[in-house]
C-alpha cells in the first residue's frame, strides 16, 4: 500500500549534487563495473541546459531518482532514426526506484513529475533505452511506444528497447497510476544531507549514449 505522507521531489543541480551523490552513484552498482557512471559523469550531465533531475524522498527516506537531459547534437543523431521528427526531445538518463519501494505506485508519481516539469520547459517527447523490466512497463502505461529492440546490448545478457513518449495531450494529475500528493521541494546548495538509511542494491532504469546501457 501507498503511504499517505507526500512524496518530496528535490531538484538536483550541479551546486547541490554534492547533497545527493551518495545515493546517485549507489544507483551504479547494479551494472558491471565498465559501464558504471562515475562522479564526473553526473556532473557534466547537470553542466547541461535544460537538464531535469530529481532526487525523490518519502518523508526522510530516499526512495529514487529520475534524471533527463534535452536530446541534442551526436546523441541526437543516435536516435534519430527511430524517433519522430521535429519534436523537442528529453532523453531519460537515469530512472531509480529504490527496493522496499517497487510496485507501490512510486514509479509512476516520479514518473509523471518528470513529465510535468518536461512539459512546463517546453518539452514534446520523451525518449528512453529501457531494460525490459517495471521502467518499460511504467513507460508502456503512459503510452510510450517502442521504437526499436536491441537483442544482448553491447554484448551483454539483457535486451533493451527504445521507447518514445508524446507528451503534449498528456493530463498528467489525472493519471490513475499517479499519487496524488506530491510535493516539488527545490533544494539550495545550503540543504542538509538527509540520512543514508539503507544500502540494498536498487532495481533501476539507466541508460547512458556512449554507454548505451538503460
Same mark, same amino acid.
Given at each position: 500500500?501507498?503511504?499517505?505522507?507526500?512524496?518530496?521531489?528535490?531538484?538536483?543541480?550541479?551546486?547541490?549534487?554534492?547533497?545527493?551523490? %551518495?545515493?546517485?552513484?549507489?544507483?551504479?552498482?547494479?551494472?558491471?563495473?565498465?559501464?558504471?557512471?562515475?562522479?564526473? $559523469?553526473?556532473?557534466?550531465?547537470?553542466?547541461?541546459?535544460?537538464?531535469?533531475?530529481?532526487?525523490?524522498?518519502?518523508?526522510?527516506?530516499?526512495?529514487?531518482?529520475?534524471?533527463?537531459?534535452?536530446?541534442?547534437?551526436? $546523441?541526437?543523431?543516435?536516435?534519430?532514426?527511430?524517433?519522430?521528427?521535429?519534436?523537442?526531445?528529453?532523453?531519460?538518463?537515469?530512472?531509480?526506484?529504490?527496493?522496499?519501494?517497487?510496485?507501490?505506485?512510486?514509479?509512476?508519481?516520479?514518473?509523471?513529475?518528470?513529465?510535468?516539469?518536461?512539459?512546463?520547459?517546453?518539452? %514534446?517527447?520523451?525518449?528512453?533505452?529501457?531494460?525490459?523490466?517495471?521502467?518499460?512497463?511504467?513507460?508502456?502505461?503512459?503510452?510510450?511506444?517502442?521504437?526499436?529492440?536491441?537483442?544482448?546490448?553491447?554484448?551483454?545478457?539483457?535486451?533493451?528497447?527504445?521507447?518514445?513518449?508524446?507528451?503534449?495531450?498528456?493530463?498528467?494529475?489525472?493519471?490513475?497510476?499517479?499519487?496524488?500528493?506530491?510535493?516539488?521541494?527545490?533544494?539550495?546548495?545550503?540543504?542538509?544531507?538527509?540520512? $543514508?538509511?539503507?544500502?540494498?542494491?536498487?532495481?533501476?532504469?539507466? %541508460?547512458?549514449?556512449?554507454?548505451?546501457?538503460?
Amino acid at each position: 500500500m501507498q503511504s499517505n505522507e507526500e512524496l518530496k521531489f528535490e531538484f538536483i543541480t550541479e551546486k547541490n549534487f554534492e547533497n545527493f551523490k %551518495q545515493y546517485i552513484l549507489r544507483s551504479e552498482l547494479i551494472f558491471p563495473e565498465y559501464i558504471r557512471s562515475d562522479e564526473e $559523469d553526473y556532473i557534466e550531465m547537470l553542466k547541461q541546459a535544460n537538464t531535469i533531475a530529481f532526487a525523490v524522498f518519502l518523508g526522510s527516506e530516499y526512495i529514487g531518482n529520475i534524471i533527463g537531459c534535452e536530446l541534442t547534437g551526436e $546523441d541526437m543523431e543516435i536516435c534519430k532514426p527511430y524517433i519522430s521528427p521535429g519534436k523537442r526531445a528529453l532523453y531519460i538518463y537515469n530512472f531509480v526506484v529504490e527496493n522496499g519501494y517497487r510496485h507501490k505506485g512510486y514509479g509512476c508519481s516520479i514518473f509523471t513529475k518528470l513529465i510535468e516539469t518536461a512539459k512546463n520547459m517546453g518539452f %514534446q517527447t520523451i525518449v528512453a533505452h529501457c531494460r525490459e523490466n517495471e521502467s518499460f512497463h511504467i513507460f508502456k502505461k503512459f503510452g510510450g511506444v517502442q521504437k526499436a529492440s536491441f537483442e544482448k546490448w553491447e554484448g551483454g545478457e539483457e535486451n533493451y528497447v527504445l521507447c518514445e513518449l508524446d507528451i503534449t495531450s498528456i493530463e498528467t494529475h489525472a493519471h490513475p497510476n499517479a499519487i496524488n500528493k506530491i510535493h516539488a521541494n527545490n533544494l539550495s546548495s545550503e540543504t542538509k544531507l538527509m540520512p $543514508d538509511m539503507h544500502t540494498n542494491l536498487i532495481e533501476t532504469s539507466h %541508460q547512458h549514449l556512449e554507454r548505451h546501457e538503460f
